[in-house]
């Protein structure tokens, strides 16, 4: 389901209305893309007792400044590395990756979303929070020609720059399932100010899936 309010509102429907769901926990979040936390992150921070945040750069300071939390670890390392060598599970991983190209094989959550499988609960359910464009911007830049190769075949198309929200949902529907994953709520919000559908904006995905 799409709707078309603020980010700050969706955020706040999805965690009234998941109170209901099955199973979830708000106990340990991980911050997969944590920078300083202050734009999405000190959402759903509060919510968690236990925080691990990673960001390839260090913005531990500012982030434990913004985020205000007694128990949040930041990782200064690539989620990948963090992941990897992790033997914990999260009742949250959010994904607050940027939307384009950022070195090698990573690009936007595409390279992290099968690694992050093990991290979730065994036999419980984890929400999961990402995000995806509608038209994805500079996708025909000369700079981003690696970030649409790999947009593209991680989406199964020849070209990604107009999406909809369906084939959004839809698509990752089946694709948690090949992973092992059901899906039992999705929810898709806008991002900032922008109403989902506004051509340029991102949006949330929020995600709950059940291993
Ligand atoms: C969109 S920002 C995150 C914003 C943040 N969630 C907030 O609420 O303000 C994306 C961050 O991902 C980090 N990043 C990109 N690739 C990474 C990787 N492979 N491992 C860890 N951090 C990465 C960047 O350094 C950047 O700080």
Redesign the pocket.
Known sequence: MQNKISEKEGIENFFANITSELSIQYVSML????????????HFASKFSQIDA????D?ADTYKKNIEHPNAKFHV????EYISNCNKTYDLI?L???MGD?GGQ?AEHFGIMEQIVPLTQPGGSTILIFNTSLEPYDYDAKKNQNWKAIRNKFYGKNDTSKMSSQFYITFYINYFRTLGLTVTHYDMFARRSTQAGDKTSIDLNLVIVKK
């Open positions: 911050d997969a893309f944590a920078k300083e936390g202050n734009w999405l992150s000190k990673v960001d390839i750069c913005y390392m690539n989620n990948i959010l607050d990756s940027p950022f990573s």
